[in-house]
DNA sequence: AACATATTGTGAATAAATTCACAGCGTTAA
DNA sequence: TTAACGCTGTGAATTTATTCACAATATGTT
């Protein structure tokens, strides 16, 4: 049961789309649409299906639920999974807007920052520690994941701590490389060249289609 | 010249770094260092910097600057480029302050929302529009892409008026996969998904490293 | 002037990801 | 009962991406 970080980021869409499907009240779904509400094709979708090893049956496809539950299995921990936020910026708190409460098995579980006037507030639930609290609040609290979300300045300097901390994996959004052991999992949301790649493609578009 | 996604993503990576590496007074670089920088290898660095048509010395490797220069003709725009930012809610506001004056060859020129408190207000320098100034201001102000940072909810009408409006490229920030005709380029960085990815590789890292 | 050195550029090899194409299978219809 | 249908599961083929490996090269050294 080979996995890429395709495959995951694939059944990861996988389930929240067949979650929608589902609230809009169908029982099963076939791989041809799955793949066109995923943007993918129908074989890639049979393919990924059955690495998590789940079998449709090929009269009515997947079975909407089961489907679900198995994706869940393979990509969930059992327990809860407890997750440290770094930074109560503006995008600080756009994450815990966006996602606190939506995934049952994932939880913010402490929130950091450095300026002390926002030390031992409550912000929707979570209180905030000071970032000196980092070694001893992570461990304590068995938290294995981090999200990143402080000015480009200072994210190397938590990220060290969080490592130091026993994080496993870190969520990055400032807009530097972060230099950490190769044992760490690191996924990078930088901003900037977030959009430098949607200019250059989008100028691509642009000027192929004006080539006619 | 073929370029895939993923060597674009590779040479925005190497420009940002081969900048800071200038920053810090070097002249020049070798295809191992930045490999190394970049989490890559010296013949992958290679590969990438051959597709833009860039040449290096045996013995001095890369001079810094003019492979800056290099691979700045191949990503950017001769002009500026502009951005339309929708939703000025948090996240809004942290992509302004972390975007806004970092690339000389992009701008946010318009921003928008629907909150009638925030119209007309200007913010960091870009005046704020009510949504239904979309289909206006756009085209007038001749921006091609956008940055979408409203709520999963209100996503996809937001989607279909920035392509009504002539939008050709999308950065999504919204949890939503959006329904797009197939001409439009769109970057999905959905920060549920984000974390539930760290979340599975986080824990992989951990079983596997116990299980010795 | 000849040699040693370290690095590039790249054809060829390898590995990884995706797609093709079709056998096998329940179900429905006649 | 039998035939026809449309879908899944998957081996094989194909395409794409990465790595290997080495000739070519410019410089410093003796």
Redesign the pocket.
């Known amino acids: 049961m ?1 996995t ?4 995951i980021e694939r059944l990861l869409l996988y389930r929240r789309i067949l979650i929608s499907f589902k609230n809009i009240g169908k029982t099963n ?4 649409q799955l793949a066109s509400l995923a943007d ?5 979708v ?2 990924d ?2 690495s998590i090893g ?9 079975d909407l639920e089961k489907l679900i539950d198995s994706i869940s299995e393979f990509l969930d921990s059992n327990n809860l999974q407890k997750v440290a936020l770094v930074g109560l910026g503006h995008l600080g708190r756009s994450i815990i807007d966006y996602f606190q409460g939506r995934r049952p098995k994932l939880m913010i579980a402490a929130v950091f920052d450095r300026d002390p006037d926002k030390i031992d507030r409550v912000m929707h639930g979570c209180r905030c520690y000071s970032n000196e609290k980092i070694l001893k609040v992570i461990p304590k609290e068995n938290i294995n994941i981090a999200i990143i979300a402080v000015p480009a300045s200072g994210a190397q300097d938590v990220a060290d701590l969080l490592v130091q901390a026993g994080i496993k994996g870190i969520l990055n959004y400032a807009p530097v490389k972060l230099t950490l052991p190769p044992d760490i999992y690191v996924e990078n949301r930088d901003m900037i060249l977030a959009v430098e790649k949607v200019a250059y493609f989008a100028r691509k578009i642009t000027t192929e289609g004006s080539s006619t």
Do not use: C, L
Not at 40 to 44: E, F, L, W
């Open positions: 080979k890429s970080e395709k495959n779904i076939y791989s041809k993918s094709t129908p074989a890639q049979r393919r299906i059955m789940y079998s449709g049956s090929p009269v009515h496809g997947y």
